[in-house]
């Protein structure tokens, strides 16, 4: 039988970065993902890497901040070794803050109306804004990108297959199972995202937090001079985040909805008309798209990283809105676990042993 010496549950965005970390150390990896690679909150993702947002876990707030500086020098190695670009936008993003707020990076600079004009035209003035120097990607290309470079490094994928249990042998993890077939490893990940906490024989306590996002695009006969706006616009009831290629995402919501991924329709035009709000232009563009992703939500809205009661069974799960904005480091720390050397942050806050 053959075995690896990493079997990683989830192929979104942290279970991709994992994996490809992982096998640039030298050790056999196997992802098993349900569906296919990064296409459940990964592909639903609107790429905001928002490490000056105030409204981030304290507990995470260096995590957080490494990882923001990571993602150039992440996005330069990936390209290479997939010959293809995640789009990652650096023009920063504009954010409008209650007068008791303050954003939480010491570069953010206030913005009087008239600079706000010279960065965005087309944008209303009005309100306390600041300019942030934050990144945005096009998540599903990042997606792409991980599974091409994991790919071409050696890593192995079963897909189509939902784990539903980590088999244990002589008291530690042996491997997982599937609904058809065994894959053997002593150490098994758990990156399942919001699904993580129904796979046995420990429930991680995970759950599904809902989010929908509205796609627009210039209309017909608009020239193709690249988006609307430049700089990713967060606002009290809308963000807005641009494409290279014109398009621009509107979002989100936050919804205790189960597994339910259905769009709503007055929730799409409630984004919609808050955007243009903001960007009256905005009335121009063509709806294109909406979907709801299920971001993985935990009991304290921090991620749950490093080893389970079970020897050999670790989770890199729990991220809430900021798997994409994390992957980076959760794949350095996580790799550095797994391989035997110190991680470089203190996982003891995020252990998943803290709710037993």
Same mark, same amino acid.
């Given at each position: 039988?053959?075995?690896?010496?990493?079997?990683?549950?989830?192929? &979104?965005?942290?279970?991709?970065?994992?994996?490809?970390?992982?096998?640039?150390t030298?050790?056999?990896?196997?992802?098993?993902?349900?569906?296919?690679?990064?296409?459940?909150?990964?592909? #639903? /993702?609107? &790429?905001?890497?928002?490490?000056?947002?105030?409204g981030?876990?304290? $507990?995470?707030?260096?995590m957080?901040?490494? /990882?923001?500086?990571?993602?150039?020098?992440?996005?330069?190695?990936?390209?290479?070794?997939?010959?293809? /670009?995640?789009?990652?936008?650096?023009?920063?993003?504009?954010? =409008?803050?209650?007068?008791?707020?303050?954003?939480?990076?010491?570069?953010?600079?206030?913005?009087?109306?008239?600079?706000?004009?010279?960065?965005?035209?087309?944008?209303?003035?009005? &309100?306390?804004?600041?300019?942030?120097?934050?990144?945005?990607?096009?998540?599903r290309?990042?997606?792409?990108?991980?599974?091409?470079?994991?790919?071409?490094?050696?890593?192995?994928? @079963?897909?189509?297959?939902? @784990?539903?249990?980590?088999?244990?042998?002589?008291?530690?993890?042996?491997?997982?199972?599937?609904?058809?077939?065994?894959y053997?490893?002593?150490?098994?990940?758990?990156? #399942?995202?919001?699904?993580a906490?129904?796979?046995?024989?420990?429930?991680?306590?995970?759950?599904?937090?809902? &989010?929908?996002?509205?796609?627009?695009?210039?209309?017909?006969?608009?020239?193709?001079?690249?988006p609307?706006?430049?700089?990713?616009?967060?606002?009290?009831?809308?963000?807005?985040?641009?494409?290279?290629?014109?398009?621009?995402?509107?979002?989100?919501?936050?919804?205790?909805a189960?597994?339910d991924?259905?769009?709503?329709? +007055?929730?799409? $035009?409630?984004?919609? $008309?808050?955007a243009?709000?903001?960007?009256?232009?905005?009335?121009?563009?063509?709806?294109?798209?909406?979907? +709801?992703?299920?971001?993985?939500?935990?009991?304290?809205?921090?991620?749950?990283?490093?080893a389970?009661?079970?020897?050999?069974?670790?989770?890199?799960?729990?991220?809430?809105?900021?798997?994409?904005?994390?992957?980076?480091?959760?794949?350095?720390?996580?790799? $550095?676990?797994?391989?035997?050397?110190?991680?470089?942050?203190?996982?003891?806050?995020?252990?998943?042993?803290? =709710?037993?």
């Amino acid at each position: 039988m053959k075995t690896w010496d990493v079997v990683i549950i989830g192929g &979104g965005v942290i279970g991709l970065s994992l994996a490809w970390r992982l096998r640039k150390t030298g050790a056999s990896v196997l992802v098993v993902e349900k569906t296919e690679p990064a296409r459940e909150a990964t592909h #639903a /993702s609107a &790429g905001m890497i928002a490490h000056c947002d105030p409204g981030n876990p304290p $507990q995470l707030f260096g995590m957080i901040a490494a /990882s923001a500086r990571m993602y150039p020098e992440f996005v330069t190695e990936l390209r290479a070794e997939a010959f293809e /670009s995640p789009d990652l936008r650096a023009d920063g993003t504009i954010a =409008f803050f209650n007068p008791d707020e303050q954003p939480a990076c010491d570069s953010a600079r206030l913005l009087s109306d008239g600079d706000l004009g010279l960065l965005e035209p087309l944008m209303n003035a009005g &309100g306390r804004a600041f300019l942030l120097p934050e990144f945005s990607i096009d998540a599903r290309k990042l997606g792409s990108a991980l599974e091409k470079a994991a790919r071409t490094l050696g890593v192995d994928f @079963v897909t189509g297959a939902a @784990v539903t249990e980590v088999a244990v042998l002589a008291g530690r993890a042996a491997g997982v199972r599937t609904a058809k077939s065994f894959y053997a490893s002593s150490i098994v990940v758990n990156c #399942a995202g919001a699904w993580a906490g129904q796979i046995k024989p420990l429930a991680l306590p995970t759950r599904p937090v809902k &989010g929908q996002i509205v796609c627009v695009i210039p209309p017909a006969d608009a020239h193709n001079s690249g988006p609307l706006i430049r700089h990713v616009v967060r606002a009290a009831e809308v963000y807005i985040v641009p494409r290279s290629d014109g398009r621009l995402l509107l979002g989100s919501t936050v919804e205790e909805a189960g597994f339910d991924k259905r769009v709503d329709p +007055a929730t799409v $035009q409630r984004l919609h $008309q808050a955007a243009i709000k903001l960007v009256p232009e905005l009335a121009r563009m063509r709806m294109h798209d909406a979907w +709801a992703g299920l971001r993985p939500g935990s009991p304290d809205a921090l991620p749950i990283l490093g080893a389970t009661s079970l020897a050999g069974y670790y989770a890199a799960t729990g991220h809430y809105r900021d798997g994409v904005l994390l992957a980076p480091v959760t794949a350095l720390v996580m790799t $550095q676990l797994l391989t035997g050397h110190p991680p470089d942050f203190d996982l003891r806050p995020f252990s998943p042993q803290r =709710f037993v």
